[in-house]
C-alpha cells in the first residue's frame, strides 16, 4: 500500500474538520478563532501541494505561496483589530460581545440573552 | 497486515510519523484551554505540515512554512497573547443550537471524506508517489522562482498590494495618541531662536532672577 | 496594453500619492480637500468609461478578463462611489470628523481597486487575491471608528466571518484545481466539460469543489446559511460603512457569481440551478419572517438584503442567460434603492443628531413627516419600492424573477416567495405608518429647515435614486435592452 494523494487529501480533510469543529468549541476566545484559521488554510496548503505533486505541476504550489502571504497579512490586520477591541473592553471573551444582540433571540431560543446563539460569533 | 508492515519504506514511515502528530497536535490545538500552549501546538502542527511538504517534494514551501509561520505568524500570535494578558478560554457549554450546527459540519465533511476514499483512485487516474528520491534537473525553488516574477507578475503586484493595506491598516488601528506623553515636536525646536529662548540677566545678589 | 485595468492602476497610484498627504497636521481640511479631489477622479472615470464601454474589452495576462458585463459592473460601482464620497464630503459639514483623515481614502481607493479586480478575474488564484484585498480593507473602514465598541464588535464579527468563508472557498479551489490540473477559468470550463461527457466518471469531487467555493461566494452576498452577519454588522458599524457594504460589496458579489456561472461552471448548471433554488427560498422565508420581530432600523434593513438577495438567487436558478439577466437587473434596481434610502437615513442622522434626537429604533420615527414632510415622502416611496408596490421599479424587479421562475416551471416556488415577500412588506409599510401616521413623541417639535450644503450632498443623490425608481416603469426596457446587450 503506497502512500498516494488521497492519503494527503485525507490529512487535509481531517484538518479542515478539525478548524471548524475549533471555531465552534472556542468560539469564545478569539485569539483561538484565529489560529483555527490558521488550521484552515493549513489545510487547504496541504491540499494544494499534494494535488501540484500529483500533477508534477507547479501552480498548485504558487498558489500556495501565496495563501502563506495573504494569511500572514490577514492574521496582522485581525490581530490589530482584537487589540482595539481589548482596548475598548479590556477582555477578549466574545461571551462579553452581546452589545449586538438580536431583539427576536430571546423568543427563539430559551438561552439567556446573546449567550450562546447562533448570533454569536460561531 | 502484514503487507501493511511490508509496505513501511522509510518515506511511508515518514508520512505516518508526520500525518500521526499533525492530527494529534490539531487536536491539541483545538482542545487546549491555554492560548499559549495552543499557539505553540500550532508551530508543531506546522513543522510537521512541513516534513509533509518535503515528502511531497516542494522543499520551497517547506522552508516558507517553517520561515514564515514559525518564524513570523506564531510569534506574532504569542507577542499579542503575551501583550494582552488573556485569561484561559472557557470551558465551552454546547447548547442545543450548536449542538445540532457541530453534527451538520461534521456531516457535510464526513461525506466528502467518504467519497474520496471511495472514489480518489478511480477517478484521478494519476498514482502520486513520494519524489523524495527523484532525480530532477531543475530543483523546486527554481522551478518556482522562474514563473513566479514572470507569469505570475499581476498576481505577486497584488499580493505586495494587500501586504501594504494590511500594514497602513494595522498602524491606522493600533496608533493612538496618549494624553501626556512628552513628544519630541521638531517644527517647534526648529523655529526656537536665540532671541524667543534666552534671557541675559544680571541677577543681584540676594534677588535671584525675577 | 493595459487600458483594461487602467482605472485600477490610478486607483493604486492615487493612493499611493494621497499617502503622503497623511503627514499633514491639519487633518480636517486635508481629508475634505481629498474628498472633492477623489470625486473629481471617480467622476471623470465615469464619463470616461461611459463613452465606450467596448474599448476597455480585453484579456490581461490570462489572470483577468474584461468584458462588457464586467465594464457595466464597474460604471455601477462608479456611480456608488460617487455618492458615497458626496456623503463623506457631507459629513464633514455636520462636524462628523470620523473619516477626517488621508488614510481613509487610500484605504477606500485600494478598495475599490480590488472590487473592480474582483470582478474582471479570471482565474481563481486573481480572484482570490482581489477577493482578500477588498475584504482586508473592509476590515480597517469597519473598524475605523476606534472608541466606539459596537463598531470594534461589529468589525471582529465580520473579519472571522469573511476569513472563514474565504478558507471555505480556497478549499473548494483545491479540489477543483485536483480534478483540473489548473485554475484558469477557460481551462477549468473547457477540463469540466470534457469530464462531465465522460459517462460514468467520478462528479462528487467536482459538485464538492463548487458548493465549497460557491458558499465562499454566497457569504459575500449572505444568502442564507451564511447570512449571520448583515444584521449585526449593520446595526454597529458607521452608517457609512454600512452604506459600502450594501451596495459595493453586493455588486462585487453577485457580479463574480455570475462570471462563475458563466464560465468555469457552465457544464454543471443543473446542480447549481437547485443550489441557488433552495438557498434563495431559504433566504427569502428567513429574512422576511426574521425582520418582522426587528426594532432596530439598521438591523431590519440587515434582514431585509437577505431577503432581497434570495430574489437574486431564486433568479439564478432560472439557470439559462436569461436568469441571470434578469438577475442582474434586480441587482441594479435593488442598489439604487438602497443607496438613495440609506443616504436621506444619513442626511436624517444629521440632521436629527444636531437638534438633539436620534433616528435609531422604528418608534424614533414616530411623527416624522411632521418633522422633515420631504424627506418622509422620499423615505415613504423607497420603502414602497422595496416593498415591491407596482407603479415603482422595485415591483418590476420581483416581477421579472416571477416571470422566469413561472417560465422555468417553477411557479410553485415564485408563488412561496411572492407571500413571504406580502410577509415582509408588512414591515416596510409598518415604518412609513409610524412617519405619517403617529403623533412625534415631544409635542413641541420644530421643521427642519433648508440647508444648502446638505441639499447638495446628500439630498441630491437620493433625489437622483428617486427619479430612477419613479420613471423606471416608464422605459423598463432601456433597462433590459441594455442587460441584453451586456450579457451577449
Request: net charge neutral.
Amino acid at each position: 500500500m503506497s502512500i498516494g494523494t488521497y492519503h494527503y487529501v485525507f490529512i487535509g480533510a481531517i484538518l479542515f474538520y478539525l478548524s471548524l469543529l475549533g471555531m465552534i468549541i472556542n468560539r469564545k476566545s478569539l485569539i483561538h478563532l484565529l489560529v483555527c484559521l490558521e488550521l484552515l488554510l493549513l489545510a487547504v496548503n496541504i491540499n494544494f501541494v499534494a494535488f501540484s505533486s500529483a500533477f508534477l505541476g507547479i501552480r498548485g504550489q504558487i498558489f500556495t505561496v501565496f495563501i502563506l502571504t495573504i494569511s500572514a497579512a490577514e492574521i496582522a490586520i485581525g490581530l490589530s483589530i482584537i487589540v482595539v477591541y481589548f482596548r475598548n473592553r479590556g477582555s477578549i471573551l466574545v461571551d462579553d460581545a452581546t452589545t449586538l444582540v438580536d431583539d427576536a433571540t430571546t423568543l427563539v431560543d430559551d438561552a439567556p440573552k446573546g449567550k450562546g446563539s447562533i448570533h454569536d460569533i460561531s | 497486515m502484514i503487507e501493511f508492515f511490508n509496505s513501511l519504506s522509510f518515506s511511508n514511515c515518514m508520512f505516518y510519523m508526520f500525518s500521526g502528530v499533525i492530527i494529534l497536535s490539531a487536536v491539541a490545538v483545538i482542545s487546549v484551554r491555554n492560548p499559549v500552549y495552543s499557539v505553540l501546538f500550532l508551530i508543531v502542527t506546522f513543522i510537521n505540515a512541513a516534513g509533509l511538504f518535503i515528502l511531497l517534494g516542494a522543499e520551497f514551501i517547506a522552508f516558507l512554512m517553517v520561515i514564515v509561520y514559525v518564524g513570523a505568524v506564531a510569534v506574532l500570535f504569542l507577542f499579542v497573547v503575551m501583550m494582552l494578558n488573556i485569561r484561559n478560554r472557557p470551558l465551552c457549554t454546547i447548547n442545543r443550537q450548536l449542538k445540532y450546527t457541530a453534527i451538520f459540519i461534521s456531516g457535510i465533511v464526513g461525506i466528502e471524506i467518504f467519497f474520496l476514499t471511495r472514489n480518489w483512485g478511480k477517478f484521478s487516474g494519476k498514482e502520486c508517489i513520494n519524489r523524495v528520491v527523484e532525480n530532477e534537473t531543475v530543483s523546486n525553488t527554481e522551478m518556482i522562482g522562474q514563473v513566479l516574477y514572470t507569469e505570475y507578475f499581476y498576481p505577486f503586484q497584488i499580493a505586495g498590494l494587500i501586504l501594504f493595506v494590511a500594514m497602513i491598516g494595522s498602524i491606522v488601528l493600533t496608533l493612538r495618541k496618549r494624553a501626556g506623553v512628552r513628544r519630541q515636536v521638531t517644527s517647534k525646536q526648529l523655529y526656537r531662536t536665540k532671541e524667543n529662548s534666552l534671557i541675559l540677566t544680571s541677577p543681584k545678589i540676594g534677588e535671584g532672577v525675577q | 496594453m493595459g487600458a483594461p485595468i487602467f482605472a485600477e492602476v490610478s486607483f493604486v497610484i492615487v493612493a499611493f500619492v494621497y499617502l503622503f498627504l497623511s503627514f499633514v497636521r491639519d487633518q480636517k481640511r486635508i481629508a475634505q480637500l481629498l474628498s472633492y479631489i477623489t470625486l473629481g477622479i471617480l467622476v471623470s472615470l465615469f464619463l470616461y468609461f461611459i463613452g465606450d464601454l467596448e474599448r476597455f474589452i480585453g484579456n490581461i495576462g490570462g489572470f483577468f478578463n474584461v468584458t462588457k458585463l464586467v465594464m457595466s459592473s464597474k460604471l455601477l460601482i462608479l456611480f456608488v462611489s460617487i455618492v458615497l464620497l458626496s456623503l463623506v464630503g457631507g459629513t464633514f459639514f455636520w462636524k462628523d470628523y470620523l473619516f477626517a483623515r488621508a488614510e481613509f481614502f487610500v484605504i477606500f481607493l485600494f478598495m475599490l481597486a480590488g472590487s473592480f479586480l474582483m470582478i474582471e478575474a479570471f482565474d481563481f488564484l486573481s480572484l482570490y487575491l482581489a477577493m482578500e484585498l477588498q475584504a482586508l480593507s473592509l476590515y480597517v473602514l469597519l473598524a475605523f471608528k476606534k472608541d466606539d465598541p459596537a463598531a470594534i464588535e461589529a468589525a471582529v464579527k465580520y473579519f472571522v466571518l469573511s476569513s472563514v468563508a474565504s478558507g471555505v472557498f480556497l478549499y473548494g479551489v483545491s479540489f477543483i484545481y485536483g480534478v483540473v490540473g489548473d485554475t484558469n477559468f477557460l481551462l477549468v470550463y473547457e477540463a469540466l466539460n470534457s469530464i462531465l461527457s465522460v459517462e460514468g466518471s467520478e462528479k462528487t469531487i467536482i459538485y464538492i469543489g463548487m458548493a465549497l467555493v460557491l458558499s465562499g461566494l454566497v457569504f459575500k452576498i449572505s444568502l442564507v446559511p451564511f447570512h449571520m452577519w448583515p444584521p449585526d454588522i449593520y446595526q454597529g458599524a458607521p452608517i457609512w460603512v454600512v452604506t459600502l457594504l450594501a451596495t459595493v460589496s453586493k455588486i462585487v458579489g453577485v457580479t463574480v457569481i455570475i462570471n462563475l456561472l458563466t464560465g468555469p461552471f457552465k457544464a454543471l448548471s443543473d446542480q447549481w440551478e437547485l443550489f441557488f433554488l433552495v438557498l434563495g427560498l431559504l433566504s427569502i422565508a428567513i429574512g422576511s419572517l426574521s425582520a418582522l420581530a426587528q426594532n432596530n432600523l439598521l438591523r431590519f434593513l440587515g434582514f431585509s438584503t437577505i431577503a432581497h438577495m434570495g430574489f437574486i438567487s431564486l433568479s439564478m436558478a432560472g439557470g439559462d442567460y436569461m436568469g441571470l439577466e434578469k438577475a442582474y437587473v434586480y441587482l441594479i434596481i435593488y442598489v439604487v434603492m438602497i443607496l438613495g434610502f440609506f443616504s436621506l437615513l444619513m442626511e436624517g442622522k444629521y440632521r436629527l443628531k444636531y437638534i438633539g434626537k436620534k433616528l435609531e429604533n422604528l418608534d424614533d420615527f414616530a411623527g416624522f413627516s411632521k418633522i422633515a414632510p420631504g424627506m418622509s415622502f422620499m423615505l415613504a416611496l423607497f420603502l414602497f419600492s422595496l416593498a415591491g408596490i407596482p407603479p415603482l421599479a422595485g415591483f418590476f424587479a420581483k416581477l421579472y424573477v416571477v416571470i422566469v421562475l413561472v417560465r422555468e416551471n417553477l411557479t410553485v416556488y415564485a408563488v412561496l416567495a411572492l407571500l413571504f415577500s406580502i410577509l415582509g412588506a408588512f414591515y416596510y409599510l409598518r415604518l412609513i405608518k409610524f412617519m405619517y401616521f403617529d403623533e412625534p413623541k415631544d409635542k413641541n417639535f420644530t421643521c427642519l429647515e433648508f440647508d444648502f450644503k446638505t441639499f447638495i450632498f446628500f439630498r441630491v443623490p437620493s433625489l437622483l435614486c428617486m427619479l430612477f425608481i419613479i420613471f423606471y416603469a416608464i422605459w423598463p426596457n432601456r433597462l433590459i435592452n441594455f442587460v441584453t446587450f451586456i450579457f451577449e
